[in-house]
């Protein structure tokens, strides 16, 4: 479920050559090739995909703090989309890091209530 959930998180609708490179880099393990491309792809328009993507990337290079940051951007931008499936997504992934990387329960169940 959680391999599925974190795929669907970087298929997105969202298209450009740095979006494509990313989510290709991403599908093949290149957590520092697919940082540079969400990177880009954000450079040229901010979007949630792309700082959804950033954060998943970030996560698997081991940057927690990178990753939670963009992963926030993320929701609010799910959020203000109105896109409630990738709010939850996200905020499942947040969860998993306030839990994980700060030891934080209370704060990560605040995630997902």
Excluded: K
Excluded at 24 to 45: H, I, K, N, P, T
Aim: glycine share 10%.
């Amino acid at each position: 479920m959680l391999i599925a959930m974190l795929e669907e998180a970087v298929a997105g609708d969202e298209s450009g050559a740095s979006m494509e490179a990313a989510r290709a880099a991403l599908a093949a393990g290149e957590w520092e090739v697919a940082r540079e491309f969400f990177q880009a792809s954000l450079d040229e328009a901010p979007s949630a995909a792309a700082f959804e993507g950033l954060g998943v990337a970030c996560r698997w290079l081991g940057e927690q703090e990178a990753a939670m940051r963009a992963l926030r951007r993320a929701y609010r931008l799910h959020r203000r989309a109105g896109d409630a499936r990738g709010a939850a997504r996200v905020a499942l992934q947040l969860c998993f890091g306030e839990c994980y990387f700060h030891a934080d329960v209370a704060v990560g169940l605040g995630w997902i209530e």
